[in-house]
C-alpha cells in the first residue's frame, strides 16, 4: 500500500503520527507486537531505513518497547496511551484553526465553519 505524505513534514514524523493515532485508537492494542521493519516498510512504501528511525523514535517517547529476540511491542502503560488519547483532539483542533486563520477566516468565525459542518452531516 502506497501511502500519500505530505510534503511539509519528513515521513519518518508521519509515519510516527500515523501510528500513534492507531495506539490512541486501539487499533494497535498495548502488548501486541508490531510489524517488522520489512512490513511495515513495504506497507508504506518507504525505504526500511525510515520505518526503524520512526519505530526507533517511539520507544524513545515510550510507546513501543523491545524484546530482544521477539520484537517490538506497543506499551502497557495505560497512563500513557490516555494521555495519548486526549492529546490528539488538541493536535487536530490546533492544526485546522490554524489552517483557517493561514486562510484568512477570521477568529470569531471558525465556530460558524464546525457548527455548519456537524449540521450537514445529519443530511
Known amino acids: 500500500m502506497k501511502n500519500n505524505f ?8 508521519q509515519i510516527i503520527d500515523r ?4 495506539i490512541a485508537k486501539g487499533d494497535m492494542p498495548s502488548g ?3 510489524a517488522s521493519v520489512r512490513v511495515m516498510a513495504l506497507y508504506y512504501g518507504v525505504n526500511p531505513n525510515t520505518i526503524q528511525k520512526s519505530l526507533a523514535k517511539l520507544e ?5 518497547y523491545s524484546e530482544r529476540t521477539s ?10 496511551i490516555a494521555s495519548l488519547r486526549q492529546s490528539i483532539p488538541s493536535s487536530i483542533i490546533s492544526e485546522f484553526v490554524d489552517e ?8 470569531p468565525e471558525i465556530p460558524k465553519y464546525v457548527r455548519d459542518y456537524i ?3 445529519d443530511n
Do not use: C, H, W
Open 60 to 64: 524513545e517517547m515510550g510507546y513501543l
Open 6 to 13: 505530505d510534503s511539509k513534514q519528513p515521513i519518518y514524523q
Open 71 to 80: 520484537g517490538r511491542y506497543v506499551t502497557n502503560d495505560a497512563a500513557k
Open 19 to 22: 501510528i500513534l493515532t492507531s
Open 32 to 34: 501486541e507486537k508490531v
Open 100 to 107: 483557517m486563520l493561514d486562510f484568512g477566516i477570521a477568529k
Open 119 to 121: 449540521e450537514g452531516m
